[in-house]
């Protein structure tokens, strides 16, 4: 059975950091775009970060790009997001989730093709405080 499991998620200040961690079983990260996704309440769900297992290029988007990092260890089959100078608005339930498909198509999914990724974690929440 495929399974992502994320952890790491909690309350904390703005201004601090965290990191999450998604453990991936019933597959190896060979091939895939790994990448983590965010939902915010209200929200639409949107990517934050991805990486190719292939040549470990990444993605960020705009909102994060110089305070988060997303990195994986192969042997261990898990990707991380450290998450640093975290924002109130950094404030969502973070997913890890797995594709086969290419990291630049990934990272140009509209939100209604999300359901079309091949796998999701059930989601780690993070709550920044002012």
């Known amino acids: 059975e495929v399974q992502l499991v994320e952890s790491g998620g909690g309350l904390v200040q703005a201004g601090g950091s965290l990191r999450l961690s998604c453990a991936a079983s019933g597959f190896t990260f060979d091939d895939y775009t790994i990448a983590w996704f965010r939902q915010a309440p209200g929200k639409e769900r949107e990517g934050v970060a991805y990486i190719s297992s292939r040549d470990g290029s990444t993605i960020y988007a705009v909102s994060v790009e110089g305070r988060f990092t997303i990195s994986t260890n192969n042997a261990k089959n898990t990707v991380y997001l450290q998450m640093n100078s975290l924002k109130p608005e950094d404030t969502a339930v973070y997913y890890c989730?797995?594709?086969?498909?290419?990291?630049?198509?990934?990272?140009?999914?509209?939100?209604?093709?999300?359901?079309?990724?091949?796998?999701w974690g059930k989601g780690t929440p993070v709550t920044v405080s002012s």
């Open positions: 989730a797995a594709d086969r498909r290419g990291i630049t198509i990934i990272a140009t999914l509209f939100p209604k093709d999300y359901n079309g990724i091949n796998y």
